[in-house]
Each structure stands twice: as C-alpha cells, then as structure tokens.
C-alpha cells in the first residue's frame, strides 16, 4: 500500500489544523492506522493510531484531549485532527500502515509496515 500525507503547515499556538493521509494500492481496511511526529533531532514518536473499523483508538499523553484521530475507509483516508495546537508540536507528521494486527493500535515504529512521506506542522508561538 501506498500511503501520501497532506494537510500540514503553519498554525499559531493554541489554533487547529487537520492533516490527512491517503491510501491506494491495498486493501485499507486491513490495516490499523497510525501518526507518529518527527522533531529535528529527535526520534520519531507514536501520537495516535487507530484500529481497522475505528472502534480502537489511542493516542500518547500528550496528546490525548487535544488532537483526534479518524478514518474513512470508503475514501481509503486516515485523518488527524490537531486542537490547541502547542510549539512543541511542532513536527513532521507520518501515517503509517501495520498490516499485522489491524483490529489493535501499536505505538512502535518498528511495527508499522509502510510509511506516507511525511508532512510539516509548525506551531509558532
């Protein structure tokens, strides 16, 4: 499956953005769905996953409350709704694809199978 990201850019603290992510070449529902975030210098940290049909979800504490994550799998589409934004979200966001256990969320990079290429979000303060 092929996965391509879309919907950063350059939000004020305490504003929202949505970032979306767009499947094509597999069978979508088959797999859980996840973002992780990328800061420079850092590694690349889970922020929410979701399972098949959306009934799990699961996002990290720093997030939880402020961003939501959704998917369409008519439209082959995972989406990341970002509230109140902080600085320190400040990040390239990735989708990814775990075809292994698509009716649970997994939060390690290493369990992900396939990659979108990534869009910025930058918060400023």
């Known amino acids: 499956v092929q996965l391509q990201a879309s919907g950063g850019g350059l939000v004020q603290a305490g504003g929202s953005l949505a970032v979306s992510c767009a499947a094509s070449?597999?069978?979508?529902?088959?797999?859980?769905m996840g973002w992780f975030c990328q800061a420079p210098g850092k590694e690349r940290e889970f922020v929410a996953g979701?399972?098949?049909?959306?009934?799990?979800?699961y996002y990290a504490d720093s997030v939880k409350g402020r961003f939501t994550i959704s998917r369409d799998n008519a439209k082959k589409t995972v989406f990341l709704q970002m509230n109140s934004l902080k600085p320190e979200d400040t990040a390239v966001y990735y989708c990814?694809?775990?075809?292994?256990?698509?009716?649970?969320?997994?939060?390690?990079?290493?369990?992900?199978?396939?990659w979108g290429q990534g869009t910025q979000v930058t918060v400023s303060s």
């Open positions: 990814a694809a775990d075809r292994s256990m698509w009716y649970v969320v997994r939060t390690s990079v290493k369990q992900y199978d396939y």
């Open positions: 979701i399972s098949w049909n959306g009934g799990n979800t």
């Open positions: 070449g597999g069978t979508f529902s088959n797999y859980a």
